[in-house]
């Protein structure tokens, strides 16, 4: 057997000839060496991959391919003609963001392939090995008398080296907004999740589970399976073999046109991405989703400021007011009434925003969420025919659009501006440039906007290559205006913040709202301790935290499920750059606990892991850009435990004053989760606090330097 040996740069290219089969494969390991993606050609010309941590496999070998209509599927039968190699090391700087300077360090290879038989298409594929994961993209390149491609189906698969336990959350088509669950691999049941009664839309169509899902193996090993760059292109599910293990993606499709995706060439896919950590906390710390992304293609957001808001929002889910000032709606029992009332419960109305404003102003919060200001949301649920509904610029008879943006920015406060399409966004793209401009009229800079209920038209989903376009369409357009998007109902989040800073947050998750009104129960404890390991790995959330009446009088039948110590927690745990104290205005007068939200911060120059394990526990500190101040915040799940702070991390040679927020030794989050304990001390690097988290609880500490 003759065996030639090709280095090029840092990828090793091999080639081994027999008379009966050829086998092709070319590797490239990450700077420091830990991790190492591996591909081949089998004999039949099969592509396969290979990922190593260590010395350890933990993506064994997986295949490749792609189904097509109207042309033959790649599956096998390929050649290498070539591969290049490259190494990056760069610092890029994020606007805003959970700290200011991202290195970008990774080696690359490029594998350029042909079939060896008509019509000898030609694409590539790009690995690329970073510290702290892998990931790779395909690329199709120009085909002779062929300007596009339909992909009916994506085959990539992950073949697991082991039953890791898994948080996951089902392969739904149109919502993330589900419960997590943890089991093994093998125990993954996503089709006993079909038909939740407490969401708008969903659609499960196979066992298969949404990402990022997190993993870890028996021995400790952290996996996050996840996308980056997700542009013009179907969102991207995992189908799970619960018997040999297996992962392979599942594209979301259109059951309207009949594809999963069709694009112009050439044409790239987003980066299927493996984040891999042997600690917990370093999975949060990674920036390898934005790296995979393309540069800042909006040049300077100053114009976006990132900050602390309040809102009429909370209000509505407690029943206390409605947003359609026909107030035909009850949160309480989700129904339509059916019948009219007096407008006094419409929640946006102007004498109650200039209550939210002043509230603002007084606290130095820099926004006013305003929901419900705008006609139509007396059709925008239990409608099939929501198309129009909406109009985008035309305030309700009680809600005056002029005098309260006046009047906001003589208190120093920004409206936020809501845009709820009712998940008809054909109606939105008609009237989004209008929309953008009565902002920019306004010189408001930001919008929440929101896609409840099924996608009109029939036969699309959330998460499909149409509306995935959309929700693009949505940024690019409102950039033009220097409006920032906090998207609910979104798209996943696949790092474009780094190109499209003005994607500020998004939802993507169980939110707070479940709490007020969902007849399970609401969201458990466990919930955010898997959300900062999950979710939140893709990007910011917006979760409206700070409820201080956990209680929620109005709805006997449920609760907030934390202590009033983790709602302050959050605050540093859940990143976003824009956080609501989303309670009532009355609800923090004559609390103490307040102060912290008054005083943390939003935009971080670094951020800190110091513990945590999936779904039971995490603490992270987090200083503030420009001023130096450091906020620490640890949330636990339904167990109680202690957790020691080690203050390392400060800066040498100063003394920083401390005031910490925690559990009352009785709190809990079912019988006393408002008693809280609130202490002032001084601490320097070095320091170390043991602090004990009640069931449910948290805790969240200041520290300025004197």
């Known amino acids: 057997m003759n065996k030639k040996l090709l280095l090029i740069g840092l990828a090793t290219l091999c080639l081994t000839f027999s008379c009966e089969k050829k086998v092709s494969t070319a590797s490239v390991s990450s700077p420091s060496g830990n991790n190492e993606i ?286 359609d000032m026909e107030a035909t709606q009850d949160m309480n029992t989700f129904a339509t009434l059916g019948k009219e009332q007096t407008s006094v419960v419409h929640g946006a109305t102007t004498e109650n925003t200039k209550k939210y404003i002043d509230f603002a102003a007084a606290n130095g919060f820099g926004g006013v969420l305003v929901e419900g200001w705008n006609t139509g949301w007396d059709r925008w649920i239990g409608f099939e025919d929501r198309e129009g509904v909406f109009d985008f610029v035309t305030p309700y008879a009680d809600y005056d659009l002029d005098e309260l943006s006046d009047y906001a920015k003589s208190k120093g406060v920004e409206i936020i501006m809501h845009h709820e399409t009712s998940a008809a966004p054909r109606t939105y793209e008609q009237q989004m440039k209008a929309a953008y401009e009565l902002m920019q009229k306004h010189g408001m800079h930001s919008v929440k906007t929101g896609y409840v209920g099924k996608i009109i038209p029939k036969g699309e989903y959330h998460h499909g290559q149409w509306m995935v376009n959309h929700y693009r369409k949505v940024l690019e357009t409102a950039a033009e205006y220097e409006v920032a998007i906090n998207a609910h109902e979104p798209i996943k989040a696949t790092g474009l913040r780094r190109t499209y800073p003005n994607a500020i947050a998004r939802e993507g998750l169980r939110g707070q709202e479940f709490n007020a009104w969902a007849t399970d129960g609401g969201n458990p404890p466990e919930h955010l301790p898997i959300v900062a390991f999950t979710r939140m790995l893709s990007g910011p959330i917006d979760f409206t935290p700070g409820v201080f009446e956990i209680s929620l009088t109005t709805k006997p039948d449920n609760q907030i499920n934390t202590t009033l110590a983790q709602q302050l927690a959050l605050y540093v745990v859940i990143y976003g750059p824009i956080q609501m104290a989303c309670d009532l205005p009355e609800n923090y007068e004559g609390q103490p606990a307040f102060q912290f939200i008054r005083d943390v911060g939003v935009d971080w120059e670094q951020s800190k892991v110091l513990n945590g394990e999936v779904g039971d526990f995490v603490t992270i500190a987090r200083e503030e850009r420009e001023t130096g101040n450091w906020f620490v915040g640890g949330i636990t799940d339904e167990n109680s435990r202690e957790i020691t702070v080690d203050f390392s991390f400060l800066e040498d040679g100063k003394t920083y004053e401390a005031i910490i927020y925690k559990d009352a030794d009785d709190s809990h989050y079912r019988n006393n989760p408002t008693a809280i304990v609130i202490e002032q001390l001084e601490i320097k690097k070095g320091d170390t606090q043991a602090i004990t988290l009640q069931e449910g609880g948290g805790f969240a500490i200041s520290l300025k330097a004197k």
């Open 38 to 323: 591996t591909f081949q050609l089998t004999g039949d010309g099969t592509p396969y991959y290979l990922v190593k941590h260590g010395n350890n496999v933990v993506i064994d070998s997986s295949s490749m391919g792609f189904d097509f209509k109207d042309q033959d599927p790649i599956k096998k039968g390929l050649k290498i003609t070539g591969t290049a190699s490259n190494t990056v090391d760069e610092t890029w700087e994020m606007p805003w963001g959970e700290q200011r300077n991202v290195r970008n360090h990774y080696n690359e290879l490029i594998v350029n392939l042909q079939e060896t038989a008509a019509p000898n298409r030609k694409f590539n594929i790009h690995f690329k090995a970073y510290d702290d994961g892998v990931a790779f993209r395909y690329e199709f390149l120009e085909q002779e008398g062929r300007d596009s491609i339909t992909i009916m189906d994506e085959h990539t698969e992950f073949q697991l080296t082991g039953d890791h336990t898994t948080w996951w959350i089902p392969g739904d088509w149109d919502i993330y907004e589900h419960l997590y669950n943890t089991t093994k691999v093998s125990e993954i049941d996503a089709l006993s999740k079909t038909g939740h009664s407490n969401l708008a839309a969903t659609y499960i169509p196979e066992n298969a589970v949404n990402t990022p899902v997190t993993m870890r193996s028996d021995d400790g090993l952290h996996l996050v399976f996840h996308e980056a760059d997700l542009t013009n292109y179907a969102g991207m599910t995992l189908k799970v073999d619960n018997e040999s293990l297996l992962l392979t993606s599942e594209l979301v499709g259109s059951d309207r046109l009949g594809h999963k995706v069709s694009t112009a060439l050439p044409a790239k896919t987003p980066w299927r991405t493996v984040q891999i950590a042997d600690r917990a906390g370093d999975l949060i710390e990674s920036r390898l989703i934005e790296n995979l992304n393309e540069p800042n293609k909006l040049g300077d957001v100053s114009w976006f400021t990132p900050m602390k808001y309040v809102g009429i929002w909370w209000e509505m889910h407690l029943g206390v007011s409605t947003w």
